[in-house]
Nanobody
Framework: QVQLVESGGGLVQPGGSLRLSCAAS????????MGWYRQAPGKERELVAR???????NYADSTKGRFTISRDNAKNTLYLQMNSLKPEDTAVYYC?????????WGQGTQVTVSS
């Protein structure tokens, strides 16, 4: 059974940093193209960062230069380092596959950027 468990969110002031984690079970992350998604209240879910099985990364324009996606194959965990956070980054963040169909969504982790 595939399970994705996101963690690491919280309340942070503008300009601050957070590192999100996505622990996976039932699937090997390193052979899948994975991404971090976010959904703010009243908005569509958007893909903010992607990491291919070959290690290539790509970012949404809104997160480029501030967010870094990475993977620990030994821990089967996906990460999102978020720096220089802005209020508009406030959302629930999820990890999931970006090709081959979505896996069951985890509960997500709430990120709130506010002073």
């Amino acid at each position: 059974q595939v399970q994705l468990v996101e963690s690491g969110g919280g309340l942070v002031q503008p300009g601050g940093s957070l590192r999100l984690s996505c622990a996976a079970s039932g699937i090997i992350l390193s052979i899948n193209a994975m991404g971090w998604y976010r959904q703010a209240p009243g908005k569509e879910r958007e893909l903010v960062a992607r990491l291919t099985s070959f290690g290539s990364t790509n970012y949404a324009d809104s997160t480029k230069g501030r967010f870094t996606i990475s993977r620990d194959n030994a821990k089967n965990t996906l990460y999102l380092q978020m720096n220089s956070l802005k209020p508009e980054d406030t959302a629930v963040y999820y990890c999931n596959r970006i090709t081959g169909g979505y896996l069951p969504w985890g509960q997500g982790t709430q990120v709130t950027v506010s002073s």
